[in-house]
C-alpha cells in the first residue's frame, strides 16, 4: 500500500537555526498537509496546500515557516529561526483527488528537538 | 475560533472491559473523521462519517455522528491490548483544514 514518507525520523538543531523537513506523498494525491504534535497533546494544523499554493494556513503558519513543492513529488516544510518551542513532532499528510475533506494518510513523522 | 473536545482525556480499562470516548464540536461539522495514534505512531484514519445521526459499526467498534453534526462519539466493546492509543476525531467545518480534537488516551490493562 501506497505510504506518505517523510525525512528525517529525527532532527536536531541548535536554536536560531533553519531546519527543512521533507515529505514525499503519496503519488496521485493531490492535497498535502503539514500538522504538528507537541509531546502528549493534540494534532495542530499548520497548513494545507493544493494546486502548487497554500490554501489555508493557522495562527502557528507564520512568516517564520514557508512550504515549497520543489518538483512533482517532494512536500517541504522549511523553519527559519528555529525556537526552542518549535520542539514537536511534525506529520506530512496528503489525500486523494475528488472533495477536499477526504480521509488524509500521515506519514511518521519528524521528530524535531530544538537545543 | 473552532474548538473540538473530547471526553475523557484519559481511560484506563481492564481487557474485556467497554470504551466510550465523546467528541464535542463548537461548531456544526461537514463531516467527522475518527484516527488512531498509537504510541510512538502517526494518526491513522478509522472512519468518515457524514449524515446527521450516522452509526456505523467496524467490528468491535462503533461510530455514531450526533443528530446536529455537532458531537460524534466512539465505542469499542471488549477491549483488546491491540486497541491501546489516543483516539482523535476530527472535524471540518467548511474551512480548507482538518481540525482534530483534543484526544482520548486508552490504555487496556491485561
Given at each position: 500500500e501506497p505510504e506518505v514518507t517523510q525525512t528525517p525520523s529525527h532532527q536536531v538543531t541548535q536554536m536560531g537555526q533553519e531546519v527543512i523537513l521533507r515529505c514525499v506523498p503519496i503519488s496521485n494525491h493531490l492535497y498535502f498537509y503539514w500538522y504538528r504534535q507537541i509531546l502528549g497533546q493534540k494534532v495542530e494544523f499548520l497548513v494545507s496546500f493544493y494546486n502548487n499554493e497554500?490554501?489555508?494556513k493557522s495562527e502557528i503558519f507564520d512568516d517564520q515557516f514557508s512550504v515549497e513543492r520543489p518538483?512533482?513529488?517532494?512536500?517541504?516544510?522549511?523553519i527559519r529561526s528555529?525556537?526552542?518551542e518549535d520542539s514537536a513532532m511534525y506529520f506530512c499528510a496528503s489525500s486523494p483527488p475528488g472533495a477536499r475533506n477526504q480521509p488524509q494518510h500521515f506519514g511518521d513523522g519528524t521528530r524535531l528537538s530544538i537545543l | 475560533g473552532q474548538q473540538v473536545m473530547q471526553i475523557p482525556q484519559y481511560q484506563h480499562v481492564q481487557e474485556g472491559e467497554d470504551f466510550t470516548t465523546y467528541c464535542n464540536s463548537?461548531?456544526?461539522l461537514s463531516n467527522i473523521q475518527w484516527y488512531k495514534q498509537r504510541p510512538g505512531g502517526h494518526p491513522v484514519f478509522l472512519i468518515q462519517l457524514v449524515k446527521s445521526g450516522?452509526?456505523?459499526?467496524?467490528?468491535r467498534l462503533t461510530f455514531q455522528f450526533g443528530e446536529a453534526k455537532k458531537n460524534s462519539s466512539l465505542h469499542i466493546t471488549a477491549t483488546q491490548t491491540t486497541d491501546v492509543g489516543t483516539y482523535f476525531c476530527a472535524g471540518w467545518a467548511g474551512a480548507n483544514n482538518l481540525f482534530f480534537g483534543t484526544g482520548t488516551r486508552l490504555t487496556v490493562i491485561p
Open positions: 497554500i490554501s489555508e518538483d512533482g513529488s517532494n512536500f517541504t516544510l522549511k528555529t525556537k526552542l | 463548537s461548531t456544526t450516522e452509526v456505523k459499526k467496524q467490528k
